[in-house]
């Protein structure tokens, strides 16, 4: 019989999110716990009241892990900021469109 498991933790909220997307996206079924407890945070220790994902059959364990860890090691790569070719707005380089005019980033080289 599957088990619950414990495949990651952070104090990012949205990071969790987003990892949470990732699994899903491959078919790994799981849900956030502790999503709510950082209020807790002082009573409680704080690594304890850290949102967790949980894959829920432990026989996804290891593909999750997997995908996790790759998508920790991407999250932290930083692209270039970047300037429209349209307006000239500088945009930080996790935008691929320009806020100003909706404009897309240039291709590399390009």
């Known amino acids: 019989m599957p088990h619950m498991r414990k495949v990651y933790a952070s104090d990012d909220s949205v990071f969790i999110g987003h990892v949470r997307q990732v699994l899903e996206n ?5 849900i956030v716990r502790n999503d709510f407890l950082a209020g807790g945070a002082g009573e409680l220790p704080v690594n304890e009241t850290w949102p967790e994902i949980w894959v829920t059959d432990d026989r996804d364990f290891d593909r999750a892990r997997v995908l996790v860890d790759a998508t920790v090691a991407t999250a932290h790569v930083s ?7 349209s307006c000239s707005e ?3 380089g996790q935008f691929t469109d320009c806020w100003r005019c909706g404009a897309s980033r ?5």
């Open 26 to 30: 491959h078919a790994i079924p799981c």
């Open 79 to 85: 692209e270039p900021s970047w300037r429209c070719a």
């Open 90 to 92: 500088r945009m930080e």
């Open 106 to 110: 240039p291709e590399p080289g390009g």
